[in-house]
């Protein structure tokens, strides 16, 4: 099970649960449009949580996008 409030960008400090939230209220279906995205910035500095994960656990934006649209998150 995946523990939402852990923080996934360190950068600028955002929990799995608060980029989930933002990718469903923006309806944000791509990567590029939620590292576009102005309302909570996110993969724009260390860019580690983009498709790695900062720990190198999986855990990534990209991971996290696939798992709202398949209504798993």
Avoid: F, P, W
């Avoid at 523990?3 to 590029?32: A, F, G, M, P, W």
């Avoid at 656990?57 to 996008?65: E, H, N, P, V």
Wanted: a negative charge.
């Amino acid at each position: 099970m995946i523990d939402r409030d852990q923080t996934l960008c360190y950068c600028n400090n955002l929990s799995i649960e608060e980029i989930v939230t933002c990718i469903k209220e923006y309806h944000i279906d791509t990567l590029d449009e939620l590292l576009e995205q102005d309302g909570c910035r996110m993969g724009d500095k260390c860019e580690l949580c983009r498709e790695e994960g900062y720990n190198n656990d999986g855990y990534s934006l990209a991971m996290l996008l696939a798992l709202v649209k398949q209504k798993r998150l």
